[in-house]
T-cell receptor, first 113, second 115 residues
Framework: DTGVSQNPRHKITKRGQNVTFRCDPI?????LYWYRQTLGQGPEFLTY????????KSRLLSDRFSAERPKGSFSTLEIQRTEQGDSAMYLC???????????FGPGTRLTVT | AQSVAQPEDQVNVAEGNPLTVKCTYS??????LFWYVQYPNRGLQFLLK??????LVKGSYGFEAEFNKSQTSFHLKKPSALVSDSALYFC?????????????FGTGTRLKVLA
C-alpha cells in the first residue's frame, strides 16, 4: 500500500490554458473523490466515482471541468480554459465500503497567472 | 442541505491539558461523521469516524469524539494534549439518507499546543 498519489504536485499555467491532473488511488479502493481546497477553507467536493462510473458531480463544477476514471483505476481531472479563480489545491481521495474513511493524496497546487 | 460548522478558527491549549475542538452539523437524515487532521505540507489524515452505535468513538493518536444527536455535535477531544498535536483539524459529514455521496467539510480549526 503506497497510498494515494497525485501528479503533478505543482502546476503553473497561464489563463486560458488547459490543465490535466492525475490521481492514483489505493489499488483496492473502488471509490474515488476529487476536492478543491482554497486557503482558509475545508475541502470542497467536486465529483465522485464508484469504480469507473461518475455518480455525482457538484453543481458548483462548471462545464470547464471534467473528470474520468477509465477502468476504475487512476483518475484524471481536466480544467479547460483556466481562469484565475481556478487557482487552488486539488485533492484526490479514495476509500472502500459504504462508510469507509477517505485516504487523501498530497494534492496538486494549481496557480493560474 | 448538509452543512458543517467549526466555530473556532483556532484553539490554544497548554501541553498536558485536555483539548476540545468543536463541530456541529446539519443533515436531513442520519449522518456519517469524520475527523481529519492536516499537518503542514502533508495530505489530510483520517483520525476517527462515527457510523452507528456507541456515541463515544476512539481514534488514532489518543483522540476521541462524542456524537450527540440532540445537539447535532461531534466534538473532538483528547485528555492530554501534546505539542505534536498542533495541526489543522477538519470535521466532515455525509448524509446517509438523501442519496448523496458527497462529504461536506468544515472550514477547519487550527490547534496550537503550547509547551
Amino acid at each position: 500500500d503506497t497510498g494515494v498519489s497525485q501528479n503533478p504536485r505543482h502546476k503553473i499555467t497561464k489563463r486560458g490554458q488547459n490543465v490535466t491532473f492525475r490521481c492514483d488511488p489505493i489499488s483496492e479502493h473502488n471509490r474515488l473523490y476529487w476536492y478543491r481546497q482554497t486557503l482558509g477553507q475545508g475541502p470542497e467536493f467536486l465529483t465522485y466515482f464508484q469504480n469507473e462510473a461518475q455518480l455525482e458531480k457538484s453543481r458548483l463544477l462548471s462545464d470547464r471541468f471534467s473528470a474520468e476514471r477509465p477502468k476504475g483505476s487512476f483518475s484524471t481531472l481536466e480544467i479547460q480554459r483556466t481562469e484565475q479563480g481556478d487557482s487552488a489545491m486539488y485533492l484526490c481521495a479514495s476509500s472502500t465500503g459504504l462508510a469507509g474513511e477517505q485516504y487523501f493524496g498530497p494534492g496538486t497546487r494549481l496557480t493560474v497567472t | 442541505a448538509q452543512s458543517v460548522a467549526q466555530p473556532e478558527d483556532q484553539v490554544n491549549v497548554a501541553e498536558g491539558n485536555p483539548l476540545t475542538v468543536k463541530c456541529t452539523y446539519s443533515v436531513s437524515g442520519n449522518p456519517y461523521l469524520f475527523w481529519y487532521v492536516q499537518y503542514p505540507n502533508r495530505g489530510l489524515q483520517f483520525l476517527l469516524k462515527y457510523i452507528t452505535g456507541d456515541n463515544l468513538v476512539k481514534g488514532s493518536y489518543g483522540f476521541e469524539a462524542e456524537f450527540n444527536k440532540s445537539q447535532t455535535s461531534f466534538h473532538l477531544k483528547k485528555p492530554s494534549a501534546l505539542v505534536s498535536d498542533s495541526a489543522l483539524y477538519f470535521c466532515a459529514v455525509r448524509d446517509t439518507t438523501s442519496g448523496t455521496y458527497k462529504y461536506i467539510f468544515g472550514t477547519g480549526t487550527r490547534l496550537k499546543v503550547l509547551a
